[in-house]
Structure formats: C-alpha cells, structure tokens
C-alpha cells in the first residue's frame, strides 16, 4: 500500500524503514532542479535591488550583479543543456526533468525574472535616482546647447572608433562577438529604394555613459550613437535602430588529453569562444520584425532563444554608475581592521613566524584585512632570507596582486617558488594565462595543475630553515588569492605551523606539481578522494546519534545528491540540521517523513557570503563539535572534478569563534531568506533587526578598540 505524502509522489507506507532505501522512495521530487535554484538566487538579488532601504546605487548595484548572473547563467549552464538536446541526450536530471524540459522551464522563469529587472530598474531606480540628482536623458530631452556638447564628444571621442557593417551579398552577417553591445539599423538609399540592415558595434572601451556638462545628466552610449547615425551612413535614410546583445557559449571544450602545450591550447580556445554558437538574442522590446527576424536567422537561433527588454540592454553597464563618487548613495564605506593576533606596536612589523610558532591564527574578510594577514604572510616569507621556498594555488587574483608581486621578487631572490596557476578559471582564462607567463619569466616554477581537474584550492606554503631543520608554515582559506574580492567577499582562513596540517599541504603540492597516486593525507579532506567520503561519514556518525545529534554547514551551493541524501538519513533519525546556503540548494527542507528537522537559509548582503564552515556535534559534547573550513561546497563538481582542501580546526578559541560566526548566521532576520518544502524562498521579516554582516563589523572594530587600548 502507498500513501501520498506531501511532494506529490507516492512513497511506501513503512514507518520502520530506515537508511537510503527510505529516502529514495521519495522518488526525483525530493530534489529541486539545480538550474531553477540559480535563478531562485537571482530573485534574492531582485528583492534587494527594489529594497528601499539600502542604499539607492546598492541597489543599483544588485541589478548590475543579477544581470551578470543572467550573462553567465547563459553561456555555461543553457548552453550545456543546449548541447545534451542537440546530441539526443534524454537523461533526467536528479529532479527528474529532462533537458529540454529544464530549458523550456528555464526560459519561463528568466522572462519572469527580466520582467521584474525591467520593472525595477523603471520604474523604482530611475525615478529615485533622479531625485537623487542623477538622470537618465534621451537626446532628445537635450537642449541646443546640450545637443552641441554632444556633437563634439561624438566626433572628437566616438565617430573614430565606430565601424559601420552593412549586410548584403558583397557583405555577408558580420562575426558578433559575446556579450557585445550593438545597434542594428535599418538603411535605405533614397534613389535606388534599396534597403539594408547594418550593424553598429558600440565600443566596449568607452565609457558605458556619455556624462553632462552639470554632472547630474547621463546619455548612454548608445543612444548618442543613435542620435549620429546620419554621420556614419551619410546620404541614406535611416529607418528603425534596435540594441542588441548576442550571448555565446564560452565552455571551454579543450580535450587536455590531446593538447601538447595546454596554455598555448587554451589560448587558441580563448579566441574560439568570443565567437561561439549563439545562445540568446537580446533585443530592444518593440523591435521591428524584419531586424528581430534576421537577428535570430543569422544567429541560428530559434524564438525560445529571443528575450525582448524594456529596460535599457546591458543593465551589467551600471557598475559604471555604482562607481560614482556619491557617498550619501552608498552604503558606509567598510576599512577592514588588523585580525588582533596579528597586532603589533604603531610602525612595527609583526613577526608573523613567531607568531604562527605560538599559535593559529584565523583571518576572517572582509572584517579583517586580508592585505595585513595573508599578504603580510607571503611578503614576509619572500623577502625572509631563512625562507627556502614557497609554495602557492592561484585560482583567480586581482590584476595587481600583491601576492604574485611578492612570490616574482621571491624567485628572484633564489628562493625555490612553485606556484599552481589554473588556467582553466572560468572567465578568469585569459588572466591567468598573463600570470603563468609573468611569473615563469621570473624564474617561478608555474604549473597548470593535474590533468581532468581544476585546482581549486586555496593553499599556501611556506618552507624556512629553522636551526637545523626545515619548519612549514601554512594557510589553508576559503576564498581567492585576490586583494580586490576579499573585499566584498566573506571569507575565513586558517594560518598555522601545524606539523601534521602543514605537512599534508606540503605532500597535496607534492601531487599537484609531481606525479603519484597521493591519496591518503592526516588532517585534511582532500577532493577527490577523502573529502566526499569524510563529509559523509561524519553525517553518517551524527545520524547515529539521532536527536542527540547535530549538523550545521555553511556553503555557496548544494547541490550533490549523495550528500543531499546523507542529510536527509540523519533527518530521519531526528538530527537538527541547519544549512545556510547562499546560492543552489537542491534540498527541500521540512517535508514530513523526510526532512522535518533540517531548515535551509540564504544570506545575501553587503558583502558575498564564501566562506565554508562544517560543524559536527554539539557544544556540549565532549571535546565540542568537529568543525572544518575549505574551498569545497557540497556540490558535484567540488568533490569529484576538483582538487579541493578543507581542514579541521582543533584549536578550542578558533573553533568558537567560527562556531559563532555560524550562529549569528541563523539569528539573522535582516539579509535571509528562508526555503519552503514547495521550493519557495520567502525573505525573513525583521523581528529582530540582527545583521550578521552588521553584527561582524561591530566586533571587529570593538576587538581592534580593545586591543588598542591595551
């Protein structure tokens, strides 16, 4: 006999089953669509981008963010799923959908979400963004003075750069690279009667917006381009222009096992995807049918792939008006503060050795500075003369890292340097390639990594003579080598002489630059191999201890089954289980019989939630709970396609504090949203007011204060 329960699909009526068996008769709706999920977080960055109480060019940034989440979202993940139709693939995904059902479901939610950014943008941030002193004009709301003013940017500034492209026999439908923004344009010769469509690529050089004399008025580029376009097609009669924006697939399809010389390889790949197969038309909401319809036939792309705007195209252009030098618009400037373990007297430089001989040190960013800790760390170890060698992972770095700056001048100084540039870093391809190049002309011995996977880790390690034996020093984080993102993204790290943590990172550097089967480490859980299996057993041993249990995990996004499933085995058995999850989570909370007691938040704020924290136990057991940091989300691609690290922390006050970082997360009720059993995020009433972000930053400068004054 079966019973319906309450995600619609008929499950044995056994209230003694226990273990996988139990949870997959749940059946593919115990699951939610992973790419539905990433749209679901581009709503999350909606709601804050019509949220009136922030900021207004935070608000304005939001909808720049959700527009690239849209970008990416397009050239990777549609794209994909493109691929499997086009080869017959009728595989169902873990939820049960096919791939071409997943894309006439995706199709659906992003004209939803799109409508919603149009409206937003509109009919909210317009207008208060002109109250603010800042307009948007058309050309022609310009004055004759104004119109002058225009003239002479546009033949001094733009008309040079500007290349007509008529389409014709004698010239075929020009190449459009991705994500370039264009005019089409409707030409006729008045005395023949001939007509053509031309394209007007708007150069991605040049400022997004053409700024008034008064400072307060702004034209975008392409309108002013628009407005001249008797200039570039002189003696015709210009019909109806349309924006447009073409998307392209950028997956790289690099096969390494062919590639001799895999940077030159993926160089070649580079060029290839500005001109990949075409994946969505964006197009200027009311456009002709004649320039939409050759649009979509050239590009090869059917109606499905079109998305008609009512805002202007290329809303990723308002980073460009979140720069501006508008404090009172902005959310109060944060100045990370010195982590207090890494204080020193004013003018002095703290010996961080000594310190790291002492004791761990736990950074947290943006709250504390990453400059005066991680980078402070590596610009010791290269200008040290008892360091030997430095061994370093850059997945993506700022463009001018002080990091790669300090490891050149290390290898110049004859230091052994190693460092694991991954070349495969989507959309950070091209630049690392610049740093792999930049660092082996310095000497630095630069490795791409291990063949079939991407080097996600985030590792450091420092090799120094002390006396007659060699010592490591070592940092294992959550987030990039990169000054600009530990900034604005929420990271931790751990910095330690360990001798068992520190020689595991030494033998994982042995396996990325050498070539064995390392598959057994002491302390960390290294992907693949260890990571998945030791995440696992450790839910495992929580399910076992029932509602004595606990499990709580911060990540970016959830997404694996066979993980999805061990939470919702330990549900069953009655373990509390917290998840915050800032993006994708495929899990479906509070499903009676399956998943009553695990809730699933996202936090989405100031600043960009990143870290990974995993905590097993309870406070009050004997020893506290186990808790681990690392670069890894419980996500396919990160346990079996990545190398990834993630350490334990044993030391009793780091292991508070990170265990109270994950509680300030769930008293949270300012920037969360909450998922329902019906897949629904609902964004959380303020009862409280608590901020995590909020509270952090308060802590931070009581600690710097506290410090100080001792």
């Not at 709301?141 to 546009?154: I, K, M, P, Q, Y």
């Not at 990453?370 to 700022?398: C, H, M, W």
Request: aromatic share 6%.
């Amino acid at each position: 006999m079966t019973v319906e329960n309450s995600i619609g699909t008929d499950v044995p009526e056994t209230p003694s089953a226990v273990g996988r068996a139990a949870v997959e008769a749940f059946g593919p709706q115990r699951f939610s669509n992973r790419e539905l999920s990433r749209l679901d977080f581009g709503g999350r960055l909606l709601d804050l981008a019509e949220d009136s109480s922030l900021a207004l060019l935070e608000r304005v940034k939001f909808v720049a963010i959700f527009a690239e989440l849209l970008d990416e979202f397009f050239q990777v993940r549609v794209t994909g799923l493109e691929d499997q139709v086009a080869a017959g693939i009728r595989t169902r995904s873990a939820d049960g959908l096919r791939p071409g059902e997943q894309l006439a479901a995706i199709r659906e939610r992003v004209i939803e979400l799109t409508h919603r950014q149009d409206r937003t943008f509109l009919d909210q941030l317009v207008p208060s963004l002109a109250e603010a002193g800042i307009h948007f004009s058309d050309v022609a709301d310009l004055d004759e003075d104004d119109r002058v003013f225009l003239d002479d940017v546009f033949e001094r500034q733009i008309f040079p750069v500007l290349t007509p492209l008529s389409v014709d026999p004698g010239h075929p439908f020009p190449n459009i690279s991705n994500l370039s923004l264009n005019l089409a344009v409707q030409v006729e010769d008045p005395v023949s009667g001939e007509r053509r469509i031309a394209r007007v690529k708007v150069p991605p050089i040049l400022p997004r917006f053409v700024v008034m004399p008064d400072g307060e008025r702004f034209v975008a580029l392409e309108k002013v381009i628009a407005a001249h376009l008797d200039q570039l097609f002189p003696g015709m009669t210009i019909g109806q222009h349309e924006a447009f924006r073409v998307t392209r697939n950028v997956d790289l399809t690099l096969e390494e096992d062919e590639a001799d010389d895999l940077l030159v390889a993926i160089e070649l790949e580079l060029r290839r995807q500005r001109f990949g197969r075409a994946v969505r038309l964006e197009i200027t909401h009311g456009a002709s049918s004649e320039i939409r319809d050759l649009l979509a036939r050239e590009l090869d792309l059917s109606e499905d792939a079109v998305y008609a705007l009512e805002a202007p195209v290329a809303l990723g252009g308002l980073w460009a008006l979140h720069a501006l030098d508008r404090p009172d618009l902005h959310a109060e400037r944060w100045t990370p503060v010195v982590p207090p373990a890494l204080r020193s007297p004013e003018g002095e430089h703290p010996d961080l050795f000594a310190i790291l001989r002492r004791q761990d040190v736990l950074v947290h960013h943006p709250y504390e500075s990453f400059g005066a800790s991680v980078e402070a760390f590596i610009e010791q170890a290269a200008n040290d003369p008892d360091v030997l060698g430095i061994k370093q992972t850059l997945y993506r770095t700022s463009g001018d890292s002080p990091i790669v700056a300090s490891l050149i001048r290390a290898a110049e100084a004859g230091k052994q340097v190693a460092a694991l540039v991954e070349l495969k870093a989507r959309f950070d391809e091209a630049a690392n390639i610049g740093w792999a190049k930049t660092l082996e002309d310095a000497g630095v011995h630069v490795v791409y990594g291990v063949m079939g996977f991407k080097t996600h880790s985030k590792t450091a390690l420092v090799l120094r003579r002390e006396g007659d034996e060699i010592r490591r020093y070592c940092h294992i984080g959550t987030g990039n080598y990169n000054s600009k993102t530990a900034r604005v993204y929420e990271d931790v790290g751990l910095l330690t002489a360990d001798p068992n943590l520190a020689a595991d990172v030494g033998d994982l550097f042995n396996f990325l630059t050498g070539f064995s089967r390392q598959g057994t480490f002491r302390e960390l859980l290294v992907s693949p191999g260890s990571l998945r299996s030791g995440l696992i057993a450790r839910i495992d041993h929580e399910r076992d201890r029932g509602p004595e249990g606990r499990i709580v995990m911060k990540a970016n996004g959830l997404t694996d089954p066979e993980m999805i499933d061990s939470l919702y085995e330990a549900s069953q058995a009655g373990v509390p289980i917290d998840l915050a999850i800032r993006g994708m989570c495929c899990l479906r909370p509070g499903i009676p019989g399956l998943s009553e007691t695990i809730s699933v938040r996202s936090v989405v704020g100031e600043f960009l939630e990143h870290s990974r924290i995993y905590s097993f136990g309870r406070p009050e057991d004997d020893g506290g709970p186990s808790v681990f940091i690392g670069s890894a989300d419980p996500m396919e691609r990160n346990l079996d396609r990545r190398i990834e690290a993630v350490t334990p922390v044993y030391d009793p006050r780091l292991r508070d504090r990170l265990l109270e970082v994950l509680e300030l997360t769930f008293e949270d009720d300012t920037n969360t949203w909450l998922l329902g059993p019906d897949r629904r995020w609902r964004r959380l009433m303020h009862a409280t007011g608590i901020s995590v972000q909020a509270t952090l930053k308060a802590m931070a400068l009581a600690e710097s204060r506290i410090r100080l004054e001792a």
